[in-house]
C-alpha cells in the first residue's frame, strides 16, 4: 500500500512538472492565444462571396505535452454555424510553424486546412494554396495582436500570389 501511494505521489509531481515546463522560445509565440476569444467582423462583397457579418468563438489552452496549442471553433458565418478544431506547433527539425485545422461538416473531413504559419513579432501568417473553379488560389491569413488582449485579423485571397484582395476582417478580444 506504501508502494502505491509513493508511486501515486511520483506521478503527481511529474505531471504538475510537465504542465508547469518552460515553453521554448518558439513556443512562447504561441502562447497569446490561450484562453477564450471572441472575434467579431465582416465578409467583405467580393466575387468569391456574398458580405455578411461573423462571429469566432475560440477556446485556446496548450496540450499536455505542452508542444501543441490546441483550439476549439465554433464560428458563425453569416448564420452558417461551423465547428472546427485548430492544432498550432512549431517544428524543430524544419524551424517552422504549422497551423492545422479539423472541420466536422461542410467539405470532406479528408481535406483539412494545413497551413504553414509565420511569425513575426505579434503578427501571424498563415498561407494556404487551394483551387477554386479549377484555379489556383492564394489565402492569407495574418493575426495582428496589438496587445495580449486584443487582435487584428485579415483573410485576403491572391490568383497570382501578388495581388491581393481582403474578404474578411475583424477584430478579437480575449474574454476575462
Excluded at 504538475?16 to 467579431?40: C, F, K, M, T
Excluded at 524543430?92 to 461542410?106: A, I, P, Q
Excluded at 500570389?161 to 478580444?173: A, F, L
Aim: proline share 2%.
Amino acid at each position: 500500500m506504501l508502494l502505491i501511494m509513493v508511486l501515486a505521489a511520483m506521478a503527481s509531481v511529474s505531471a504538475l512538472a510537465a504542465g508547469n515546463q518552460a515553453l521554448s522560445p518558439e513556443l512562447q509565440n504561441l502562447d497569446i492565444s490561450a484562453g477564450r476569444w471572441v472575434y467579431h467582423g465582416k465578409t467583405l462583397n467580393t466575387t468569391s462571396g456574398k458580405a455578411g457579418n461573423w462571429t469566432w468563438n475560440e477556446d485556446c489552452g496548450w496540450s499536455a505535452n505542452r508542444v501543441f496549442m490546441v483550439c476549439s471553433f465554433t464560428n458563425n458565418w453569416a448564420g452558417k454555424t461551423v465547428k472546427s478544431l485548430v492544432v498550432d506547433t512549431y517544428n524543430r527539425k524544419d524551424k517552422s510553424y504549422s497551423h492545422y485545422e479539423l472541420f466536422n461538416g461542410g467539405d470532406s473531413g479528408a481535406k483539412p486546412f494545413i497551413s504553414k504559419m509565420t511569425i513575426i513579432g505579434n503578427t501571424r501568417i498563415e498561407y494556404v494554396t487551394d483551387s477554386e473553379h479549377g484555379k489556383k488560389i492564394e489565402t492569407r491569413i495574418t493575426y495582428a495582436f496589438d496587445s495580449p488582449t486584443h487582435v487584428k485579423v485579415k483573410i485576403e485571397i491572391s490568383h497570382d500570389g501578388t495581388h491581393w484582395v481582403t474578404v474578411d476582417e475583424g477584430e478579437g478580444v480575449k474574454q476575462p
